[in-house]
């Protein structure tokens, strides 16, 4: 492939940062521009950790290994500056920000964007906002809300596509956003999810996820399995299939006994 | 710092009166506190001889009451006492110049984005400021209207029977330690009065009269609002107060008559050498609605607890405070309420931000006295805590003698978690950037309360405080 890879993990090992605890035993993975890649495995398997470490969460400590981002390394970049070169985080468990409303929060979160003493324009970033919450079906009330404050599990995921619509990223990585989601939830993310795809094809999506059903709804161009810290197997979509027949059990075994 | 810089109220109608230079030396030469002290005061001021035997027997109240021995540590504020000037010759032009204004201060009011004619005057060093044209033409519209807004001492002197019936009967001297030292040597503050059904839209604003005279450090504040009146008074801004005194003891007495309405704002942001010892109180009658909005930042240590006293049936009475405690910072503060009435009602909402060693602590009464019937109180309290070494400490204290009445008492404390910084990091913010944004979301259910341009001044103060807190 003569394109720089978006993302490229080599060997990647981490561990709970306060604690001798190895969670990535040594994954290996390349997505190049536009890829939707699906990762899935078991509770445990790490999978939610692999996020965690890609968008730089403090509570996990990397012990060997390499991560680049179009080609440069990040591991030493912080959770901000990461999110400042285009990566986006979609949070299994959004943190609430009780008094902040949601139009504050991307407002502070974009003018973190601009360079030096550029103000944003409000008048602008209003029309931006409302021109993403009609591309995603939202009441435009919905951003006046306090960020995750009392929201539902739905609501939740809702914002934090919200977000990624604002905040456009280059790569997205989508940690479990399908759990607690009932099928009209899931619908009305995996919607937005194509949506934005659709405006930009060259966004490139990570997807973790526990379930086959979200690949209904999204269509991977590769799915890996993961289990105990490490991708166990690759494939097309038909991997998600055979999950959905066989289960994780076989391939834990295959670990255990390797 | 030395001491003869001490100097506090300017008040140029003194002059008028024959206040010379000898005099006034001799006061310099007298640090501390005696009678002598308290007659000239009086003598300067020209008072009637009830002020001047109140004024002593206040003093001979604060000789024999002991230093309080709960909340801040006073231990060093007793040296203090003998050493400062309580009553210094007013001057035409202040001694201190622009260059003596501390570095710290100067790039505040640049980064608040103060013009620099006004940050003179807030830092004490200026003598002419465009709000005088404001304060001029706001007094013609209030004056229509027949309020009357003027100092304490214009007060006493062209309503002596107005003053007299009120002044001193919501805080008396012997109240604590504190009101009997500002009953003493009291300089400075505002008279206010409006009458029978007056309802002010414009607010009154102490800001464009105190910055004529210089804020006082024994200010003594008396606002009488007749019945049915509304007024809406703010004191101070957000602008941190430089001063090189290092003791302000300020009382504000209000009283409501029937079915008046009344609020006091106070946004206060003093140099962190400051003692901060405030006794303010509102005695609220039948039907009436009182509410205090009280915002301490800055000091070494405030203690500070506005109060209601609900005497009369129906009445209302709201305290809403935001504490700040920076590193090296106490703020002891809360707010009282008694219920010594049926069907009156009260709710006390208390937020604190402590960041660093800085350590807030709320503390509060609520009373109900027996025959209070359906009396309901409600106290929230909430504590954030900025970094590990911040501290927070909760003393409520309840005394029912009623039984058919509600109380109710919630109390939170929360930490900036490792997850909401995270998020928010994620989301592109520094650290800094997303320790400002909790915080003011944190403050947020008070901060609405304020009238807008103090909000906004209120949110970029919190985001400078943040800077270096990362640590």
């Not at chain 2, 984005?113 to 706001?138: D, F, N, R, T």
């Not at chain 2, 009953?183 to 400075?188: E, M, P, T, Y």
């Not at chain 2, 003011?440 to 259910?445: A, H, L």
Request: some cysteine.
């Amino acid at each position: 492939m003569s394109d720089t890879p978006i993302l490229r993990i080599s060997d990647l090992r981490a561990k709970v940062a306060d604690e001798d605890l190895p969670i990535l035993k040594g994954v290996d993975l390349e997505l190049g521009r536009g890829d939707i890649h699906a990762i899935m495995g078991p509770n445990g398997s790490g999978k939610s950790t692999l996020a965690k470490v890609l968008a730089g969460h403090p509570g996990y400590e990397v012990t060997g290994g390499e991560v680049t981002y179009r080609g440069d390394s990040i591991l030493d970049l912080e959770p901000d500056e990461r999110s400042l070169a285009g990566i986006f985080l979609a949070f299994q468990y959004p943190v609430e920000i009780p008094g902040v409303s949601i139009a504050n929060f991307l407002r502070t979160a974009l003018q973190a964007r601009l360079q030096g003493d550029e103000e944003l324009d409000l008048f602008d970033f209003q029309d931006e906002l409302i021109d993403r919450l009609e591309l995603l079906d939202m009441e435009t009330s919905f951003a006046e809300r306090p960020v995750n404050d009392g929201f539902s599990g739905g609501e939740k995921k809702r914002n934090e596509i919200l977000q990624m619509a604002v905040l456009r990223p280059t790569l997205a990585l989508m940690d479990e956003t399908d759990s607690g989601l009932d099928i009209d939830a899931l619908k009305i993310v995996s919607n937005g999810v194509n949506k934005l795809r659709e405006e930009n094809p060259d966004m490139t999506v990570l997807l973790i996820t526990h379930y086959q059903r979200l690949l209904d709804y999204i269509q991977p161009d590769a799915v890996h399995v993961m289990v105990d810290g490490k991708i166990v197997r690759s494939g097309g979509p038909e991997v998600a299939l055979e999950l959905e027949d066989q289960g994780y059990s076989d391939w834990k075994e295959e670990v255990v006994t390797a | 710092m030395p001491q003869n810089e001490l100097v506090q109220n300017l008040d140029l109608d003194e002059y008028k009166y024959g206040f010379v230079d000898e005099e006034a030396h001799v006061f310099r030469t007298t640090p501390g506190l005696d009678e002598d002290v308290v007659r000239q005061i009086s003598k300067h001021k020209e008072e009637p001889q009830w002020m001047l035997d109140l004024r002593l027997k206040a003093y001979k109240i604060y000789m024999k009451k002991p230093m309080p021995q709960w909340g801040g540590d006073l231990t060093q504020l007793e040296d203090t006492l003998d050493e400062i000037y309580f009553y210094v010759k007013p001057q035409e032009q202040m001694e201190r110049s622009w260059d003596d204004v501390p570095d710290k201060i100067k790039t505040t009011f640049e980064r608040l984005g103060i013009p620099e004619a006004e940050q003179k005057v807030l830092a004490g060093v200026g003598a002419q400021y465009e709000s005088e044209m404001v304060y001029h033409s706001l007094k013609e519209e209030w004056a229509s209207a027949g309020v009357i807004f003027d100092s304490i001492e214009d007060g006493l002197k062209n309503h002596p029977d107005l003053f007299r019936e009120h002044f001193g009967t919501i805080i008396p001297a012997a109240d604590n330690k504190f009101s009997a030292l500002n009953a003493a040597v009291w300089s400075g503050g505002s008279f206010v009065y409006i009458p029978k059904g007056v309802h002010l839209k414009t607010p009154l604003q102490a800001y464009f009269r105190v910055n004529q005279e210089r804020m006082g450090q024994f200010e003594r504040t008396l606002i009488i609002v007749d019945e049915g009146a509304q007024a809406h008074y703010i004191e101070g801004c957000t602008a941190p107060v430089y001063s090189t005194d290092s003791f302000h003891s300020g009382v504000i007495e209000i009283v409501l008559k029937k079915n008046a309405r009344f609020r006091y704002t106070t946004i206060q942001n003093w140099s962190n050498n400051m003692y901060n010892l405030v006794t303010q109180r509102a005695v609220v009658n039948e039907g009436a609605t009182m509410e205090w909005l009280d915002g301490n930042l800055g000091s070494k240590l405030t203690m500070k607890y506005p109060s209601c006293y609900l005497v009369g049936e129906g009445a209302h009475g709201s305290i809403m405070s935001i504490a700040y405690a920076a590193d090296g910072q106490h703020q002891d503060t809360g707010g009282k309420v008694v219920h010594a009435a049926p069907n009156t009602t009260s709710s006390i909402i208390s937020k604190s931000v402590s960041k660093g060693n800085g350590r807030s602590t709320y503390r509060g009464l609520c009373k109900v006295h027996e025959g209070a019937i359906n009396a309901r109180s409600n106290v929230e309290c909430d504590a954030l805590l900025i970094n590990d070494t911040s501290r927070t400490d909760t003393y409520p204290y309840i005394e029912i003698e009623e039984k058919r009445a509600t109380v109710g008492h919630e109390a939170t404390v929360s930490k900036v978690g490792d997850e909401q910084l995270f998020y928010l990091k994620s989301r592109g913010m520094s650290e800094e950037e997303a320790m400002a944004l909790i915080v003011r979301g944190f403050i947020e259910p008070i901060a609405k309360e304020l009238p807008l341009e103090y909000a906004v001044e209120l949110n970029r103060l919190i985001e400078l405080e943040m800077e270096g807190s990362v640590g």
